[in-house]
């Protein structure tokens, strides 16, 4: 049975109602350690199925292994997510070294269909890296968000042109935020997704290797990433969407750089100004994400490019998020050169 399965949070809520009903029922025929024990249980019980529930929602930990600390050991061989149709992209995972970052890290990466054509076989695609939110993993884009069912429709409809997206990790450390920045002393994820991942994703796939042709996404703490690191490495990304972002990171860095350099904001307000497009999106009643990501707007001048998309409603949720996702896929393929020959 999965820790993340609709399974595991029904076994807990039986265990729940079994230990309420024997509590309300024996509570006359028990003396009081008895009873302390079944009311231990029942809070046990709740506190343990509520648990699986935010797991669920978040996917931190996808297996029981995970959560009890085991690390598989790296797979060199990729691993097909799910069976597709020829009409339909494919989610493959691969384990990513990191030399420069000195992180290892599995990656999940979506080749379109039309990575597969004879047509296909002779093109490099573009890319885009999709960075997910804390807590949670590339799961969330790929089990919550149906990134895979978004980016075949996108594509079929001539909304999108094919696209090789990738999900990498952006923390090796489930319940450690590094908000995809170098921690002093910490994890060097920005060194592994800016550095390693494209150097990856070169020597390994078929796609372009110009600026006009990478771009970042990400959806809340993913979000705050994906505006931080174009700001930063405007000479390997072009362009960047924002799914209710904030101006900064929420976490300390080591070095107060959360303030000034790992700050969009900071950056917007004291630092040149890169040639970059931003697609900035957010829900009116998350005033969090809404009125940070006004803040940018507002901050961002030429040569930077802005187009902003708010939906009224939703909140900070996976709902806001699966709106959001096509329209800014769709926008990002806009701004990115398209699949071509690389002779």
Known sequence: MS?????????????????????????????????????????????????????????????????????AAPDPTPRLVADHSPAQGRLVTYTVP????????????????????????????????????????????????????????????????????????????????TECTNLVGGPQAETYLTVDVPAWARGHLRVRTDRASWALTGYSAGAFCALNLVLKHPGQYAAAASLSGFPGPGIKVGDRSERTTNNVAWRLSHLPLPPVALWIGWADDDTGARDGSRAIVALAKPPITVVTAAVPRGGHSHTVWRQMEGPAFDWLSEHLARPGRPW
Not at 25 to 47: C, E, H, S
Not at 146 to 154: I, N
């Open 98 to 177: 990191g030399p420069a970052s000195g992180m290892t890290m599995p990656m999940t990466v979506y080749l379109p269909a039309a990575y597969f054509t004879p047509e296909g076989l002779r093109l490099d695609f573009p890319v885009i890296e999709a960075l997910h939110g804390y807590p949670g993993t590339p799961e969330s884009w790929v089990r919550r968000l149906d990134v895979a069912g978004h980016l075949d429709r996108e594509i079929a409809a001539g909304r999108m042109a094919p696209t090789v997206v990738l999900l990498p990790y952006q923390t090796p450390q489930r319940l450690l935020d």
């Open 3 to 71: 820790i993340d399965g609709v399974g595991a949070l029904i076994a807990g809520g039986c265990l729940v109602l079994a230990a309420t009903a024997a509590l309300a029922l024996l509570w006359d025929r028990l003396r009081r350690p008895g009873r302390g024990a079944l009311i231990v249980a029942v809070v046990l019980g709740v506190t343990a199925t509520a648990a699986l529930e935010v797991n669920r929602l978040t996917e931190t930990y996808p297996s029981w292994a995970a959560l009890a600390g085991e690390k």
